[in-house]
């Protein structure tokens, strides 16, 4: 039973609002969704043993996904943004797993410009972030996106792609669906494994398309440069709450 495959209803299963109240309000948007292919084998040193690699047609994933996030409110919902703190950009490498049959993301690393938000994310998140100088500027249906990050191991991500079609919402059971529809975030700490919920609309996802990418982002992690082109996802705006971590 360990390793047979999560059913459709299992995965919506997770999309359900939990219960108790949100710890925080975030706006996520300009994201791009970049998904390659990888063995799994290769991902296999980089997370806790306790929790499955989730594939797809028996293929693991790992993403890159450069985004923007205003409206950053504490709850209750009355709770103004704090000056400073409402606003940020952020980049996550990120794959896919699954504990107890519920399926979320693994980070293995996350960017962000805003030295406060890195400090509070690894104190009460336990997610690996990192400082980086991030500068994100649109014009038209095209975006610029450019990130050093200021802490070892190096990294560097310099990218510009043009926005697609309208949006459309992925069906269960798709790729589209597997590789977005997450709902939860796992995190580790000594030892023991944490889980925090997430809930939102389905993602209003358009296609996209890459003018420039010059990224060694997944290379710091000692993993190979994904072979081929990314497939690309690309989201305007989603409003998002996010629960606080329970250990699993």
Request: charged share 25%; aromatic share 12%; net charge negative.
């Amino acid at each position: 039973m360990k390793n047979r495959k999560l059913t459709d209803l299992e995965r919506l299963a997770v999309r359900s609002r939990p219960k108790g109240q949100p710890l925080m309000h975030q706006t996520w948007g300009k994201l791009l969704f970049m998904h390659w292919r990888i063995e799994e084998k290769l991902l296999r040193p980089l997370i806790p043993k306790d929790l499955e690699i989730d594939t797809f047609d028996g293929s693991a994933w790992i993403a890159i996904a450069p985004f923007t996030m205003w409206d950053i409110r504490a709850f209750p919902p009355f709770l103004p943004a704090v000056p400073g703190l409402s606003a940020m950009h952020e980049l996550n490498v990120r794959t896919y797993v699954h504990l107890d049959r519920v399926p979320g993301v693994w980070f293995l690393s996350l960017d962000c410009n805003s030295a406060t938000a890195v400090l509070g994310a690894r104190t009460f998140f336990h997610l690996p972030y990192y400082n980086a100088d991030i500068e994100m500027d649109q014009e038209r249906r095209t975006i610029d996106y450019e990130l050093s990050r200021r802490e070892d191991p190096p990294a560097e991500f310099n990218a510009s792609w043009k926005i697609g079609d309208s949006p459309r919402f992925a069906h269960p059971g798709s790729l589209e669906f597997f590789l977005t529809e997450r709902y939860c975030l796992y995190s580790e700490d000594d030892g023991e494994i944490y889980r925090s919920r997430i809930y939102h609309q389905p993602w209003p996802l358009q296609t996209a398309s890459l003018v420039s990418l010059d990224s060694t982002m997944i290379e710091s992690h000692d993993l190979p440069t994904p072979e081929g082109d990314p497939l690309l996802h690309y989201a305007e705006e989603l409003s998002v709450q996010i629960w606080p971590l329970e250990e699993v």
